[in-house]
Each structure stands twice: as structure tokens, then as C-alpha cells.
């Protein structure tokens, strides 16, 4: 059984678990395959609780004897839907743990996260996933979501960026 809870970020356990659980994620293909910088596996807890609106998901797998192990996270987003003139979540980072695929992981932190977002009366969840991501894409629709399109002669969106340089 998979538990999911908000990070709390007072929480070492939680810090670690979410640390874990994104570096996981960056080695994984889907995820760049590269490890996360040390600034960031240092500093990613404490930005994340200065961030208005941020909040991070943590799934956790009841373990045999050893306690509970983190195996699904979530990093979130509160932004705001202008045509809505209402708040949205965008899921920046999603990631379920090989070991936890396909046993209801990844539904069940949509699940949580959709609740949450209804809680902050947000008018929608947004994320963005890779077009060779078929298991993920297959799993987003399954729970709801659709591709982001206008009108059939505009095309559907597509998420674009520019990286710019910052000290760290």
C-alpha cells in the first residue's frame, strides 16, 4: 500500500525523501539522465518552502520490516489560470519509483494532487510530459487530463524554453 502526504518541510525524512526521489527522476531517461547538480540536491528542500505556493508530494510504500520507503513524488506549483482569473497547479516534476510502476503510484499522487488543488480552489492541474513518454502520456489520460488545444486549426500547445545563466 502507497501512502501520499504533502512534504513537510521541517521534516528530515521528507527533505531526504524528496532529494532522493528527484535525483532518481534526473537519472532516469525520461528525466535527462543526469545526475542533479550539488547546489541543487543541497539547497532544493529549503527553496522549495520559500517558494509561495510550492508544495511537493511524497508517496510512501509500507516497507517489510524496515518502516516506509519514499517511492512517488510530486513537485507542484500554485500559478494563475488569467483567462480563469483563478489559481492552477502545474505538477512540474512527477516521478514514480520503478518498484511502485504500475500498482497505482502514479493515479494515486494525481489523485492526491487534484484534491489538493480543489482545496486551494484551483480551476485546473497542469503539467507537461515528453511525446516518446507513452506509458506517462497513456496514464495522464487515463486519469483525465487531455492535451491542451484551442481549436483544431491552431494546433495544440507546446511547451518551449529558454535556459538562462544564474550564479550558483
Not at 48 to 76: K, T, Y
Not at 104 to 121: H, I, M, N, T, Y
Request: glycine share 8%.
Amino acid at each position: 500500500m502507497i501512502d501520499f502526504a504533502l512534504a513537510d518541510w521541517g521534516n528530515p525524512d521528507d527533505r531526504k525523501a524528496v532529494v532522493q526521489l528527484l535525483q532518481a527522476y534526473a537519472m532516469h531517461p525520461m528525466g535527462g539522465a543526469e545526475p542533479l547538480s550539488d547546489y541543487a540536491s543541497q539547497t532544493l528542500p529549503d527553496a522549495m518552502a520559500a517558494m509561495p505556493g510550492a508544495f511537493s508530494v511524497i508517496g510512501w510504500q509500507a516497507g517489510d520490516g524496515e518502516g516506509r520507503r519514499p517511492v512517488a513524488l510530486a513537485n507542484c506549483f500554485t500559478a494563475m489560470s488569467t483567462f480563469a482569473c483563478q489559481p492552477l497547479i502545474n505538477i512540474h516534476d512527477l516521478y514514480v519509483d520503478d518498484s511502485a510502476r504500475g500498482k497505482g503510484a502514479g493515479q494515486g499522487l494525481l489523485d492526491f494532487v487534484e484534491k489538493e488543488a480543489s482545496s486551494r480552489q484551483c480551476c485546473k492541474v497542469t503539467l507537461e510530459v515528453l511525446t516518446g513518454n507513452d506509458v506517462a502520456l497513456r496514464a495522464y489520460e487515463r486519469f483525465g487530463f487531455e492535451k491542451y488545444v484551442m481549436d483544431d486549426k491552431s494546433g495544440h500547445a507546446v511547451f518551449m524554453h529558454k535556459k538562462i545563466a544564474v550564479p550558483t
